[in-house]
């Protein structure tokens, strides 16, 4: 079975399965989060090429005196650390992953302004899609330095297969279960990518 039916096939049983906790995620997020319901965010997929990745919103849209958005410890509300905490906030990407956009598994698709702060090393983690999860996710998720999981994304780019995915997929459910990495030490998720140091 190819990557890709193998993708598609699992993104239309989870959605399927999952429509009635997606709905009433929605209804909640809509109430206690407010408008809009879904993070829509320009993400680089396969080759770098920007996509429009898709996440439930965890977060306010609160702001100080001046209209700047106030830091994410502050907007991340309890609900929204419960949705991250179980990975709930990332069932909409299911739908990239029927576009094509994402994979169920491979590197995460971050920042596109952390682009030109890779080396060339680093920059191979776009030779596949990015994916729902990852090697990096099931090794220390947002709890690992950066230099750690971009060296984990590139190993997985070099060492994908269909028992690599499924076993990537179980570990991910484990990690879910236990809530193991959610965020870096002292930051709400992860610290921002500032490039490798020399």
Not at 61 to 69: F, P, W, Y
Request: hydrophobic residues 45%; positive net charge.
């Amino acid at each position: 079975m190819s990557k890709r039916i193998f993708d598609v096939a699992i993104a239309i049983l989870v959605l399927g399965v999952s429509l009635p906790i997606l709905v009433l995620l929605a209804l909640l997020i809509r109430i206690w989060l407010g408008r809009p319901v879904l993070f829509v965010q320009v993400r680089p997929g396969l080759h770098g090429k920007p996509f429009r990745m898709v996440k439930f919103r965890t977060m306010t849209d609160k702001r100080d005196k001046h209209g700047r958005l106030l830091p994410d410890n502050i907007r991340l509300t309890r609900f929204g650390r419960i949705l991250r905490s179980t990975s709930l906030d990332e069932l909409p990407e299911l739908w990239n992953v029927l576009k094509g956009d994402m994979s169920l598994v491979g590197p995460r698709p971050l920042l596109m302004e952390y682009l030109p702060l890779y080396s060339k090393e680093q920059y191979r983690r776009h030779e596949v899609r990015p994916g729902v999860t990852g090697w990096a996710q099931v090794n220390g998720r947002n709890a690992i330095s950066w230099e750690d999981k971009f060296k984990l994304d590139v190993w997985y780019v070099d060492n994908q297969s269909f028992g690599m995915d499924l076993k990537i997929l179980l570990l991910t459910v484990k990690k879910v279960l236990i809530r193991d990495g959610i965020s870096g030490e002292g930051e709400v998720t992860m610290s921002k990518f500032t490039g490798t140091k020399e």
